[in-house]
């Protein structure tokens, strides 16, 4: 008020008293005053751009201050030098607050993460401890009285890390000659567009990090390491205003959820975890199927590969089998971006099914959402796939040959540096490996054009299915996988009707019989019983009672539900031996062998069909094959591995139906077929005896000076030894060791020393009194090593007592076997154990 009538006064000044002094200097300027030379650009928040310096102002009326607004960031584009960044990697949204402080405006984060029951006294304690995040606090330039507008200058809001960090954070203890970030340079950082419409904003921003000079200049995707662009869209959105009622999880089905704590609540486990799922009301409420108001809209990108077109549309169209259960018709709709689309593919408004084929892939697919934090309510989403999961050839042999193995997926997550953990997905690089496993097996058993590209077909059909079930909401279901028996598993009148597993949301092996006359489906095609199931449950509009009776069906076989945070892929991690990765049918153990044997058999057979198929070529893709083929095996092992030790989970409510107990451990009969699968398909000294022909063309095609960096030489005893150890790692990890000793008393009649001694005999029984080969003398001396460092090394007080004692027991039973006996490589072999042994014995306090 005093200000407005201060530049009135300070007008009529100037016209009446003539000459006019000096300028008042805290005259006051009109937001017309103030963006004389901008261009104005209306929407959700007036924005002026200066066409000159092209700086920045915003306009907020008062009827949107105190009011909250929803953040979300995207990134459009990166170098995946930073790992799990690039275009279309989804940001967590967040809420804010417009608050005016004297004169001054601030945009202020609110904490979602409480909720107060506001009839209880309680509820009025609710702000006690909580931090809210100011953001940014920014002068006020001019105050129209009359519109009820004021103006501030924005490019400290959007050409800073204001609403964000972008820069990702530099890893204590990380390598000194890792690829670093320069600082943010304000000079370069630039507003490369605006785009404002009535319920959103976005603003894409270029973020420039520079540095005089750098250590590692990053891939081939930085051009110049000293000056490294990122690219991300802003975007605020207004406040849903509408009818969508929240949805509370429920801990046997896999929604993402934003999770919430009822701090009013009595009970023992005080979670209102809000459901991640789009606002879906029926056209007309009294029918019991209805199309929906506004369908989930879903656009195949321009970038679409032509002929693959109709297969995805197929696929994600798949999904309305739910939907239709759930009471909708129609629910999702695919079509196709024109090429002369006047929108972009980013635009939050569009959900979009977008194809790139990065520099480096971090990802086959993926599939992410965002939601409104408050209600839980999915505003936007799209689906990402990467063009490298088509290509026959694998880009980046680094990342294959790793793919076999446990730390793969430790180096994914590793990648990762969003704050939306949750949402990563490595479907489409497992399935990815896995059918080539199939292009592999089918070359080698003559299979036609048609059988092959029906395998491709299914797997696009698989992916697309699995990505847009994350849209849906939907997490990972890792336990789904083990629905039918290996008999059942390729009878196509089976699986057409249900799927091959209870979800699409696993991460299965390609289902591949070893019997050729007998082939089902390689990926499943539907959305499975389970899918189904949680779809009703997210999205029909259903009373209390009808949802307490849908979710006692969790018991159901069809329907059981793990995910990621379950699932055994890594070593010592998780329980459940069902729950896991890789894995195919309710007797994943035998199918585990049956894909171990018949890669033994495409292996004998791949190079005779290359000389034939490859003429002309380099030797690449049978070094290709030769990882792809080893990688089967390791992942067969590891899935056999999880059955020693393992628990069963049933996460079905007291008194429920069909429950058993939560914890169950894995039969004694079948923790011994497992450990006698091991000793025979994993450590014996015929264990990955791919053809020895093979090893003579294991060479990668010369490339400039690539293979400067290390010998090209094939490391065959690497690969093997690394496997072993994938296996030994989890074998030998002290949460299994402990495990097996805990459950003693719940059920487990497998022993830690019956175990122990069985896992000692297979490493060494077979050979030790005689000659040991070269493979077996590296897994022994691996063995010993892992066994030393349990009673010695830095790692021994995360083991048991009991553990150790075997542990020790062990390396005195190795010093007794490895008495002098054999060729000299083998007596040297043995030597070198009781020395270590010896050595190790003495250390022991
Ligand atoms: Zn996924």
Redesign the pocket.
Known sequence: MEAQSKIKKGKKKHKTEVPAPTPKKDKKKTIKDLTKSSKKIEGLFTMYQDTITGSLQMVLSENQINKEFIYFIQTVDAPGDLGFAGRGIYGKSKVFKIQKYFNKIEFITQNTSFYFDESKAIANAKEANISNGNMASLKVEAHDKKDGLYLIKADGLFLKEVFSQIKPPSRPGGSPTAFKLGNLDKEKTKIIAINNYPKNIDLVIEYIYSKPSTINGGSNAVVDGRNVSIKVNHSLIEMPDNDYEIKLDDPRVGFFTTQVDDKTSMSSAPYRDLVHRWHLKKKDPNTAISEPVTPITWWMENTTPKEIRPIIKKAGEQWNIAFEKAGFKNAIVIKQQPDDAEWDAGDIRYNVLRWTSSPQTRFG?Y?PSFVNPRTGQILGADIMIEYAVLAGSLRGEKLFEKAALNTYYEEMTEFINTDNHDIY???GQMAQLDNMFGTIANTVFDEDGIEKSKMVNQFLHFLIL??MG?TLGLN?NMKSSQLHSISDINNEDITSEIGLMGSV?D?PAINYNNDRDNQGQYWTMRPGPYDIWAIQFGYQPMSEIETKALLSKSTQPELVFGNDADDMRSPGKAIDPLVNVNDLTNDAIQYAINRINLSNEVAKEVLAKYKVQEKGNSYQLLGNSYFVLTGQQAAAANTISRYIGGIYIDRGMVGQKGATKPYTPVSLQDQKRAMTALGKYVFSSNSFSAPKELYNYLAPQRRGFNLRSKNEDPKIHDRVLGIQKSVLMHLLHPNTLQRITDSGLYGNKYTLSAFMTDLNNAIFKSDIYSNVNSFRQNLQLEYTNMLIDMVTGKQTSKFTHNSKSMALYNLKAIRAMAAPSGNIASRAHKQHLRTLIDNAVKEIK
């Open positions: 697919g599939g997905c490595a479907a699995h990505e994350h990972h949301m991460y």
